[in-house]
T-cell receptor, first 113, second 111 residues
Framework: DTGVSQDPRHKITKRGQNVTFRCDPI?????LYWYRQTLGQGPEFLTY????????KSRLLSDRFSAERPKGSFSTLEIQRTEQGDSAMYLC???????????FGQGTRLTVV | GENVEQHPSTLSVQEGDSAVIKCTYS??????FPWYKQELGKRPQLIID?????GEKKDQRIAVTLNKTAKHFSLHITETQPEDSAVYFC??????????FGAGTILRVKS
């Protein structure tokens, strides 16, 4: 499968624990995005990378959230001290350039109990 | 920042009828307007997109129209089929990178 892949697909964690998600973009895409989607809403932008540089972070991304893309390939999104409000689908997408199609992964569904 | 409004929030049509979903955006810098379809439990997938130098684009039963002056664009689905039932999202990237999505339209095609 040469699409965007995310791991894990589902994660249940206790409040206060840390979680980390991984995204492997389409290999030739230099742009990688993280979005969060809650039930009944459109995806909300969290952050994006061009190669290994993190170029923008949304105000939604509190200091408990951190994202990396160390070699310009895969990316990780870490949430520290999870809260129930962090429960959502976390979607990763990649694209080859400006104003081009963003290809989405299947997402990681996080449930904080 | 960019604000994208989408309506209606739900739309029910009879199989074979047409469906129209409309979006407005606020940032005149946006030049690319994609539409995504998301089936239950699946990833959003692009179904059609349009760039600002074009007023209309068609792909079989799907078409998108763009009015840059009025800052609105619309998705048109003709001859709807049950498999068209899904949530549809419009989006605009004010900087050409991150997408700002509308809230979505739940389309139900009744057979």
């Amino acid at each position: 499968d040469t699409g965007v892949s995310q791991d894990p697909r589902h994660k249940i964690t206790k409040r206060g624990q840390n979680v980390t998600f991984r995204c492997d973009p389409i290999s030739e895409h230099n742009r990688l995005y993280w979005y969060r989607q809650t039930l009944g809403q459109g995806p909300e932008f969290l952050t994006y990378f061009q190669n290994e540089a993190q170029l923008e972070k949304s105000r939604l991304l509190s200091d408990r959230f951190s994202a990396e893309r160390p070699k310009g390939s895969f990316s990780t999104l870490e949430i520290q001290r999870t809260e129930q409000g962090d429960s959502a689908m976390y979607l990763c997408a990649s694209s080859p350039g400006r104003n081009t199609e963003a290809f989405f992964g299947q997402g990681t569904r996080l449930t904080v109990v | 920042g960019e604000n994208v409004e989408q309506h209606p929030s739900t739309l029910s049509v009879q199989e074979g009828d047409s469906a129209v979903i409309k979006c407005t955006y606020s940032d005149s810098a946006s030049n690319y307007f994609p539409w995504y379809k998301q089936e239950l439990g699946k990833r959003p997938q692009l179904i059609i997109d349009i760039r600002s130098n074009v007023g209309e684009k068609k792909d079989q039963r799907i078409a998108v129209t763009l009015n840059k002056t009025a800052k609105h664009f619309s998705l048109h689905i003709t001859e709807t089929q049950p498999e068209d039932s899904a949530v549809y999202f419009c989006a605009a990237p004010p900087d050409g990178n991150k997408l700002v999505f509308g809230a979505g339209t739940i389309l139900r095609v009744k057979s």
